[in-house]
Nanobody
């Protein structure tokens, strides 16, 4: 499985960005895809995830109501729509694929894409 994340950039607080994660390879061998982020000097943290079985979305409390995860099966792509961005959302965002027992756990994901940087200015 290969993952390619894109869509990061610089945006003002209150603005929006949409991240994309294009997957290729044996993606059907995994049952979920997630987004994580890592800010400078901090550990990588869970942002959102979606399970293939029923498209169930999961969100970190810090992004609920502002971020939306979705997927396009035809394009084998998962999106993260980020609205009402805050400076504290500034981080490198990573997409990941796996079959995690708990979607919030980084060690539940086998494949990781290169990150895309999101910078939110105040």
């Amino acid at each position: 499985v290969q993952l390619q994340a894109s869509g990061g950039g610089l945006v003002q607080a209150g603005g929006s960005l949409r991240l994309s994660c294009a997957a290729s390879g044996r993606t059907f061998s995994r049952n979920a895809m997630g987004w994580f982020r890592q800010a400078p000097g901090k550990e990588r943290e869970f942002v959102a995830a979606i399970r293939w079985s029923d498209d169930s979305p999961y969100y970190a409390d810090s992004v609920k109501g502002r971020f939306t995860i979705s997927r396009d099966n035809a394009k084998n792509t998962v999106y993260l729509q980020m609205n009402s961005l805050k400076p504290e959302d500034t981080a490198v965002y990573y997409c990941a694929a796996g079959s995690p027992e708990k979607v919030v756990a980084t060690n539940g994901y086998d494949y990781w894409g290169r990150g895309t940087l999101v910078t939110v200015s105040s």
